[in-house]
């Protein structure tokens, strides 16, 4: 099992930017793919962003591509989400995931592991 700890949400203008981390322990080295989702009240977890953890293969939701950049460092075995020129509709709890295999990265249920979800929200 993979634990996933996101961090970095917060208040933000319109226009400005923040960056999401997620922290992964446990069992890092199953991690295949790690996904961006994000659920705003009363809409369903929506896909935002994935990175495979080996190569340079990276997967956007058309909402916020040119927008939003996730990397990653192997090392920290870290994820991260940085946020450019957010908008209102960006206001949503982010949540970070896993997957051990190659699947569809946009689907919810294709991810074993998931953290507990950081709070962000933008103002106009």
């Known amino acids: 099992q993979v634990q996933l700890v996101e961090s970095g949400g917060g208040l933000v203008q319109a226009g400005g930017s923040l960056r999401l981390s997620c922290a992964a322990s446990?069992?890092?080295?199953?991690?295949?793919?790690s996904g961006w989702f994000r659920q705003a009240p009363g809409k369903e977890r929506e896909f935002v962003a994935a990175?495979?953890?080996?190569?340079?293969?990276?997967y956007y939701a058309d909402s916020v591509k040119g927008r939003f950049t996730i990397s990653r460092d192997n090392a920290k075995n870290t994820v991260y989400l940085q946020m450019n020129s957010l908008k209102p509709e960006d206001t949503a709890v982010y949540y970070c995931?896993?997957?051990?295999?190659?699947?569809?990265?946009?689907?919810?249920?294709?991810?074993?592991?998931w953290g507990q979800g950081t709070q962000v929200t933008v103002s106009s």
């Open positions: 995931a896993s997957t051990p295999r190659y699947s569809d990265y946009t689907r919810v249920d294709e991810y074993d592991d």
């Open positions: 446990g069992r890092t080295y199953s991690i295949y793919a």
């Open positions: 990175i495979r953890w080996r190569g340079v293969v990276t």
